[in-house]
């Protein structure tokens, strides 16, 4: 039926979701590790000036936000559409199933037993406050935890390593 079909597509998202926040995760800590590769230089000049290790990673973990928050807007504005699109389609896609199911028991013996017609008007998608936040928090947690990973490797370093490394 195809209110079970869209529960299925339900527990896929969920699975996809969790899928796509673990690629995610990979690929900002590979971004975030040849960023702060870039940046040894600079970063080794500010711990030879004594400027704590913590306050460095605090200043990539602000523009790792300041990018994210970007990011975020941008996908915040692009959300709505992308979800009426995609409902669309599924809806379409169902539709179309239920038509081709008919004309395969078109020509079949009937039972005293008749499925209801359904028919799918329209469909409506809503974005939330809540899930904006959600995803702002994971977003976020993404970004903590990629900066910390990508900052260890250069961070663990000492100054003079860092710049004996840049000549």
Not at 48 to 65: M, R, S, T, V, Y
Not at 98 to 108: H, I, S, V
């Amino acid at each position: 039926t195809m209110a079970a079909n869209f529960h299925d597509l339900e527990g896929i998202s969920d699975t996809l979701l969790f899928a796509v926040s673990g690629a995610g995760f990979l690929i900002l800590v590979l971004i975030f590790v040849f960023w702060i590769r870039n940046r040894s230089g600079e970063i080794g000049i500010f711990l030879a000036l004594g400027i704590g290790k913590g306050k460095i990673l605090l200043q990539i973990l602000a523009e790792a936000f300041l990018v994210g928050c970007l990011a975020a807007a941008l996908s915040f504005l692009a959300a709505p559409a992308a979800a009426g699109m995609t409902a669309d389609y599924l809806a379409g896609q169902q539709a179309a199933q239920a038509q081709l199911q008919e004309e395969m028991d078109a020509g079949k013996v009937s039972t005293d037993y008749q499925a209801p017609e359904l028919t799918v008007t329209g469909t409506e998608t809503r974005i939330t406050a809540g899930m904006m936040g959600a995803d702002g928090a994971i977003l976020a947690s993404l970004i903590v935890l990629s900066v910390c990973a990508a900052g260890i490797l250069i961070l663990r370093r000492k100054p003079r390593d860092i710049l004996s490394s840049m000549s």
